[in-house]
């Protein structure tokens, strides 16, 4: 069965940086698309960071340049990292990990990012 599980959130002043983890527990398989989404109070869901099983990354226009996702040891691997760097307060939000292939898809639980003065 697989799992996502977030960690790293916090409370960081504007211009701070965090790094948020994800960890992929169970059988990632190839084709897969892996991603991060933020959900601010009152608002929806969006996606801030795709990756695909081939490697490419893309981000949405207001993190682009800020905020960087990688994995390490490879584009398949099961520990996936969020660096957020350059936060606003607009960046305040749950983050969650995200993650879809032939079998359905998976959210994990989500870590609260908060950035303020």
């Known amino acids: 069965q697989v799992q996502l599980v977030e960690s790293g959130g916090g409370l960081v002043l504007p211009g701070g940086s965090l790094r948020l983890s994800c960890v992929v527990s169970?059988?990632?398989?190839?084709?897969?698309?892996m991603g991060w989404y933020r959900q601010a109070p009152g608002k929806e869901r969006q996606l801030v960071a795709v990756?695909?099983?081939?490697?490419?990354?893309?981000?949405a226009d207001s993190v682009k340049g800020r905020f960087t996702m990688y994995r390490e040891n490879g584009a398949n691997a099961n520990l996936v990292y969020l660096q957020l760097d350059s936060l606003k307060p607009e960046d305040t939000a749950v983050y969650y990990c995200?993650?879809?292939?032939?079998?359905?898809?998976?959210w994990g639980q989500g870590t609260q990012v908060t950035v303020s003065s």
């Open positions: 169970g059988t990632i398989l190839s084709g897969h698309l």
């Open positions: 990756s695909t099983s081939g490697g490419s990354t893309d981000y």
């Open positions: 995200h993650m879809i292939d032939e079998r359905g898809d998976y």
